[in-house]
């Protein structure tokens, strides 16, 4: 008897139709023998709806203390949902327990609104199952050390069924979902993309940083520390497909490097078209500069995440990063009142319409000329580089969001993504 973790996202737990077949789906693994965790989010919508409300009471929403109230918010959409669900069990005929993140508990520290997973007490799911139940909790949430309801962030559901499943050593971990696995890129984009039967955890990871909506990346993050095995497919097969055919449907992430896996040099293209971009003007060139800069922004608990700096002349330089757009006001503040005074910087200037490419593939550690294939291709298609970064598998470029998709499709078709590739 195999210990199995379902995660299902808010699209699969859309209306009270979509509840009863993931409460069919679950029933039939258990029937299978299994013993069953299962991992849901907000029903579609909800959480966005909880947000908005509070918004309208409060439009400023800066301090902890008021982010400390949206997490309070927040979690109540996933409370919802495993009481829903373990309804949907019980009229299945199956023993069902729902519990919310503090009754684990999932204790996590107290970042609100991106708190991080510090431990989990699996002692009463394990009771559970030991008779005969299957065990519902609310992703996206856990408590503080001081007893306050906290939340780990957009798609932390995802994190938390990784979570779980690594706390209790499960076998597997599905994560059920609209899509029916990982594609090369966004089908939505590029009509073309391709279903990949396998990925490596480490081209998972970076896709999931730069931009894929598939998994969020601390939960990759998770399955990469802890060996969870992890398979992303979808929620709208027929519930009652072969148990046997289910179970290597979807897109498998897998830890080992197979020579024969995909055989491609790139694996995908991920983009972001969330980002907005600062260029610190005529900073002065000296030591330390640049944690000047971004300790004030990482001090306010925001992610920097492509950093360029110029080089010096005259002994002053130009410092370009980027951030998601939902902080971007936070930065300009931060710039206008802080930085930019305290470091004797000239000014700075704010983007907040641009976007982020990727080329990822583990076949760029020995494949020389991807890169240069990669800009020659935008350069012919007339689109701008703003910034590079890159490591040994992956290639980012900055580029003005207007052209984001024109860049999608011309890498992959330069990449030759589009082409069938044998499977094994």
Request: proline letters at 3%; aromatic letters at 6%; one cysteine or more.
């Amino acid at each position: 008897m195999a210990l199995i973790v379902h995660k299902y996202g808010g699209t699969s737990m859309g209306s009270p139709e979509r509840i009863r077949n993931v409460a069919k789906r679950v029933a039939k693994w258990a029937r299978a023998g299994h013993q069953m965790v299962v991992v849901p989010s907000a029903m579609s919508g909800e959480t966005n709806r909880l947000l908005g409300l509070a918004k309208e009471v409060n439009p400023g929403l800066l301090d902890d203390a008021a982010m400390r109230e949206l997490d309070m918010i927040a979690a109540t959409g996933e409370q919802v949902s495993v009481g829903l669900l373990a309804l949907a069990l019980q009229a299945e005929g199956m023993a069902a327990v729902s519990y919310a993140g503090w009754q684990v508990p999932v204790r996590t520290d107290s970042s609100y609104t991106k708190a991080r997973i510090a431990s989990i007490d699996d002692q009463r799911v394990r009771a559970d199952l030991s008779a005969g139940k299957v065990v519902v909790i609310t992703g996206f949430q856990g408590i503080d050390e001081a007893g306050s309801i906290t939340t780990l962030g957009r798609g932390g559901s995802d994190t938390s069924a990784v979570a779980v499943a690594a706390a209790m050593g499960a076998a597997e971990c599905l994560i059920y979902t609209d899509v029916d696995g990982v594609y090369t890129t966004d089908p939505r984009v590029v009509p073309e993309a391709r279903r990949m039967n396998t990925i490596s955890f480490e081209e998972m990871l970076e896709m999931a940083s730069l931009g894929s909506k598939v998994l969020q990346i601390r939960s990759v993050e998770f399955a990469g520390k802890y060996r969870v095995p992890l398979r992303v497919l979808s929620s709208f097969t027929p519930w009652d497909i072969d148990i046997d055919e289910e179970a290597k449907s979807g897109t498998l992430i897998t830890f080992e490097e197979d020579e024969k896996m995909e055989q491609a040099v790139i694996s995908g293209i991920a983009f972001n078209r969330d980002e907005a971009k600062f260029t610190v003007v005529g900073v002065p060139d000296k030591p330390g500069i640049a944690y000047q800069i971004l300790g004030a922004v990482a001090d306010a608990n925001i992610d920097v995440d492509v950093i360029v700096q110029n080089v010096s002349h005259d002994g002053r330089t130009d410092f370009s990063f980027t951030v998601h757009r939902n902080d971007f006001q936070r930065v300009n503040d931060l710039l206008a009142n802080t930085i930019v005074p305290n470091t004797g910087a000239a000014m700075f200037t704010a983007d907040p319409r641009i976007c982020k490419v990727s080329i990822v593939g583990i076949g760029m550690k020995s494949h020389a000329g991807v890169a240069s294939t990669m800009f020659r291709t935008l350069s012919e298609e007339g689109i701008n580089i703003q910034m590079i970064t890159t490591s040994e598998i992956k290639t980012s470029v900055v580029l003005d969001e207007k052209y984001m998709e024109l860049a999608v499709r011309a890498l992959h078709r330069a990449f030759g993504l589009d082409a069938p590739v044998t499977q094994v």
